[in-house]
């Protein structure tokens, strides 16, 4: 309803976001081997992102094992 009202007073509102995830850069945690999505979270720091979740950080020594999947 607001992006309606800005649209009809000619202010341009900018949404890189279109709504479509998969073109959202993606990793896998160092850890677990999940599938990680860019968040918005960590737009400032992506590249030295590892870990999916606070838990994988907690084992992060287990990181140099391949991570057993079933």
């Known amino acids: 309803m607001a992006l309606a009202f800005f649209y009809l007073l000619g202010?341009?509102?900018k949404n890189d976001f279109k709504?479509?995830?998969q073109a959202l850069p993606?990793?896998?945690c160092a850890?677990?081997?999940r599938s990680m999505c860019w968040r918005k979270d960590?737009?400032?720091n992506w590249d030295s992102v590892l870990y999916c979740s606070?838990?994988?950080r907690a084992n992060k020594n287990r990181a140099s094992r391949p991570a057993a999947r079933g």
């Open 42 to 44: 960590w737009a400032k």
């Open 26 to 28: 993606s990793k896998y």
């Open 19 to 21: 709504g479509n995830k």
């Open 54 to 56: 606070d838990a994988c």
């Open 11 to 13: 202010v341009h509102v």
């Open 31 to 33: 850890v677990c081997s």
